[in-house]
């Protein structure tokens, strides 16, 4: 959730960012540069700290609020020039999102400052006993209690280092702590446990982050923390250790992607563009996915084949949108596969003592790789014996990490709270797992599988047509401001989508949305209709599943009786639903299970325009972080 930059250099370079904050020194300016591209997260105040030669203690500045409150403290009042520094964009949970419990946190008489990610679950324990030897706290925060323990630890060691090492030894919880001290002014250091780090690797600089957005400004080159390792960084050189002291080494790559990636481009918002950026992301997964003989190849599978030939069973774990794209899965893996799937909210799985054992494959779908809840599941399962390939957007994150095996999506930072083209691209890999099963496992022909690739790589067109197509769905949008409680219906593949459909209502338009099994619509839910209300309906192919068309149809009629306003998404050429809606939104023809690429598109168009006409934040919704790293 929150956002972590780490910055350590002896250039006092100017730069557009400092020179807009008033500040003059680099430290500054990639402090609050990585922190601009780290607001997708989500995050209610925001803070630095630097230090630097000469300096008796730490200068810092910290606002309740967006970035552009502390960006105009630190103009009214400058901070020094530094050689290093740290920032933070913070999201609330030990004490509210005020100044003073803003992040960093200041101890040993200023000249230590502290920021931190996560929850530190045994705070009240720890600051009883520093109450106890006499250590008063100013804010309400797990943070402080961290920041004096560390200060303690670094009077008794005198090496920030050892001193982190040992305030990591005695937290529990999750964490990533970063820290500067006067006395070390080129130095940061960090920790981490459970909760993201990673290391960026400059020429006389170097850099930490809560991912690599934060410094890919910077650098292309990155450096990959394991779980419980310390990190310090100097404008030369880059260490790491375990919490117990020993030497450790972390694993470098590459940053396939560039600052430019996590900006606008022109669009009015970052969701806007990353809907644009949608066929790009259905093509750049399915990219080096088969050999010159048109087999399915996976790079990163580390997995035995005979492993997953033995598979009996498939569980898919993930939470919010990515869940959803389980669900998608769940009918294509079983439909080519014959594999029973299960789909499970990972907050759940490990609690209700599932039945996993060496043959059952788990899929981990996770954005960020850094989901708390998904990671557990996953540290869970492979205690039972299950093998788990991780379904993960980003490079170097903790989930493929600890997984067996890891599927790449290539959709591309996402910055948007509100998750759209890697919802697509978790599909798509999805459907890669599916077909290169099939055919592994010889439940389809070669040339089957072939065709079915090749039906994949044309949908990356298709997605480009529907959103070229999106004008009409803006305008039927902006009709419906006033709209308070919109319905999804959907059937089979269309049931995931329209779940989704009424996820993005409710993130980004804060009305109450919801998506049903249309076959459920005569269990109960129909009470729902009266004159006027809005429902999405998300059409199956007329083509090979005519018996589940007709009924969706009939679920139509059933609610426009009841005087519903019936909103449609079905496929070009089906001219038997076009009496009985009142809006269609057009899609390209597809094969039934790939479908959901395309259905769910008008639907977060529509999520957007009707946020947007309403007056939200279409990027950072009230509540939401990008990334849940704390359960």
């Not at 030894?169 to 964490?175: A, D, I, P, S, V």
């Amino acid at each position: 959730m929150c956002g972590i930059v780490g910055y350590a250099g002896t250039s006092l370079l100017a730069g557009d960012d400092a020179a807009a904050s008033g500040a003059s020194a680099r430290p500054l300016e990639v402090a609050l540069g990585g922190l601009k591209r780290l607001e997708y997260r989500g995050y209610d105040s925001a803070g630095v700290a630097l230090v630097g030669p000469g300096s008796p203690t730490a200068a810092f500045a910290k606002k309740a609020g967006k970035l552009e409150n502390l960006v105009a403290a630190v103009a009214e009042q400058p901070l020094p020039d530094a050689t290093a520094a740290v920032g933070h964009t913070r999201w609330a949970t030990h004490g509210g999102p005020t100044d003073v419990n803003a992040h960093p946190h200041l101890a040993d008489e200023g000249r230590l400052a502290v920021i931190h990610n996560g929850i530190i679950e045994n705070f009240s324990e720890l600051r009883g006993s520093l109450e106890r030897d006499g250590v008063s706290f100013l804010s309400d925060t797990d943070t402080e209690v961290a920041a004096q323990l560390l200060a303690r630890e670094y009077r008794t060691a005198g090496d920030l280092t050892a001193a982190m090492a040992a305030t990591a030894r005695q937290l529990e919880g999750t964490f990533t702590l970063l820290a500067v001290h006067a006395d070390a002014p080129e130095t940061v250091v960090g920790a981490r446990h459970d909760s993201p780090l990673v290391v960026g690797l400059g020429e006389g600089e170097n850099f930490l982050g809560s991912d690599v957005a934060a410094f890919v400004a910077h650098t292309k080159e990155a450096l990959e923390l394991a779980q419980d390792q310390i990190v310090t960084i100097t404008p030369t050189s880059v260490e790491v250790s375990d919490f117990a002291g020993n030497p450790a080494e972390g694993k470098r790559f590459t940053v396939d992607w560039d600052a430019a990636a996590a900006e606008k481009g022109g669009f009015d918002s970052f969701m806007d563009k990353e809907i644009h950026d949608q066929p790009h992301a259905v093509a750049d997964t399915l990219l080096g996915r088969t050999d010159s003989s048109g087999r399915i190849i996976l790079d990163n599978l580390r997995i035995d084949e005979s492993v997953l030939r033995s598979v009996d069973k498939i569980i898919v774990i993930a939470c919010g949108t990515a869940a959803y794209a389980g669900h998608v899965a769940k009918y294509a893996i079983e439909h080519w596969c014959r594999i029973p799937v299960e789909v499970e909210l990972a907050h759940e799985f490990r609690y209700r003592d599932p039945i996993v054992d060496e043959r059952t494959l788990v899929v981990a779908i996770s954005q960020s790789g850094e989901t708390m809840d998904t990671l557990m599941a996953v540290r869970h399962a492979r205690e039972q014996g299950a093998k788990v390939l991780a379904i993960v957007n980003t490079n170097g994150s903790t989930i493929p990490r600890e997984s067996d095996a890891v599927l790449y999506t290539h959709a591309g930072p996402e910055i948007a709270v509100a998750s759209t083209k890697a919802f697509l691209a978790q599909i798509t890999a999805a459907y890669i797992l599916g077909l290169y099963l099939a055919q592994l496992r010889g439940n389809k022909f070669p040339d089957e599988v072939a065709q079915l690739f090749d039906e994949l790589r044309d949908m990356s067109r298709k997605v480009q047509t529907v959103i070229e197509r999106g004008e009409y769905v803006r305008a039927t949008a902006r009709s419906m401001q006033a709209a308070d409680k919109v319905l999804f219906l959907g059937r089979h593949v269309g049931y995931p989508v329209a779940m989704e459909g009424a996820l993005k209502l409710k993130e980004l338009a804060y009305i109450h949305a919801e998506g049903f099994a249309a076959g459920e619509l005569k269990h109960g839910p129909i009470a729902l209709i009266d004159e006027g209300q809005p429902v999405f309906v998300v059409v199956p192919s007329p083509r090979g599943r005519d018996q589940l068309h007709s009924k969706v149809v009939s679920n139509i009629q059933e609610i426009r009786a009841r005087g519903a306003r019936t909103l449609v998404i079905a496929e070009d050429g089906d001219d038997v639903v076009r009496q009985y809606a009142d809006e269609i939104f057009w899609i390209p023809q597809a094969p039934s299970l790939l479908q959901p690429l395309l259905a769910v598109v008008p639907l977060q168009i529509f999520a957007m325009a009707l946020a947007g006409a309403k007056g939200l934040d279409v990027d950072q919704p009230r509540n939401l972080a990008k990334s849940v790293t704390v359960e």
